[in-house]
């Protein structure tokens, strides 16, 4: 099964720049995880979307034009869950769980601790929860989750660590965050397969840092230790243009 997952910084902006259809379509993707969508499901109801998605699910902010996730997929979902079931938590449309016979699939967007921290203890308590979500998940069958993080876990995940120790997205308290996932046991798939540095999801609009690759991994695809052998391939696909974030990839044997 091949997994997709983008931050697409705007559906509709993505549609506009006619990168988004173009890239479903060659993307041969069973099910694809969108995030930072910023519409709501009526702003999208005129799409013709590639034939081959039987299943295309919104989770909107009650913002409009914020936050958001979709989940687009070739086969039906035997059920499909919005939110983490906690009015805290679920006003942002930040969780969209699709269950499938083998597995669930997680697509999420996880709130940033902000400019000057100021949403870093919110985002504590967001982890937290979030963890939970998918450990309850898990007593039932394995979990895939996908989606923009918010966070570049060790050194290697960033291209200038040491200037950013204590910025949104790299601060001790994210990073220790994210350790809580693989400590459950999640698998972070490109980093299980691929050790090296200089891989990345994110670049800031600013000073042609795509261009130079100075980038961040903030977008992940973690697994259920027990997919773990199933894993055949993750990647990342920095060519694709369209957001500041580039889409990344799985492929499990299920």
Request: aromatic letters at 10%; glycine letters at 10%; proline letters at 6%.
């Amino acid at each position: 099964m091949k997994l997709l997952s983008w931050n697409v910084n705007g559906a509709r902006a993505g549609l506009d720049k006619g990168t988004l259809v173009p890239w479903l379509a060659a993307g041969g993707a069973d099910v694809v995880c969108l995030q930072e969508t910023k519409c709501h499901p009526g702003d999208v109801a005129h799409v013709s979307w590639p034939a081959d998605y039987r299943s295309v699910t919104f989770h909107a902010a009650e913002k409009k034009g914020y936050s958001g996730t979709a989940i687009l997929s070739r086969r039906e979902p035997l059920a499909l869950r919005l939110g983490l079931g906690d009015p805290e938590h679920d006003g942002e449309g930040r969780v969209l769980t699709a269950e499938f016979p083998e597995f669930f699939l997680v697509n999420v967007y996880t709130p940033n601790a902000q400019d000057g921290l100021r949403r870093l203890a919110y985002r504590q308590v967001w982890d937290t929860a979030f963890l939970h979500h998918l450990r309850t998940l898990e007593k039932t069958k394995p979990v895939v989750t996908c989606g923009d993080f918010n966070v570049a876990h060790q050194a290697i995940d960033l291209a200038r660590p040491k200037d950013n120790v204590a910025n949104p997205g790299f601060t001790p308290e994210e990073r220790a965050g994210f350790t809580r996932f693989i400590e459950a046991g999640f698998v972070d798939t490109f980093r299980e397969l691929e050790k090296g540095p200089g891989h990345y999801s994110w670049w800031s609009y600013r000073g042609g840092a795509r261009s130079r690759n100075v980038g961040w991994r903030i977008d992940y695809f973690l697994v259920s230790a027990s997919l773990r052998a199933g894993l055949k391939r993750a990647w990342i696909e920095p060519e694709v243009l369209g957001s500041d974030h580039c889409p990344v990839g799985v492929e499990i044997a299920l």
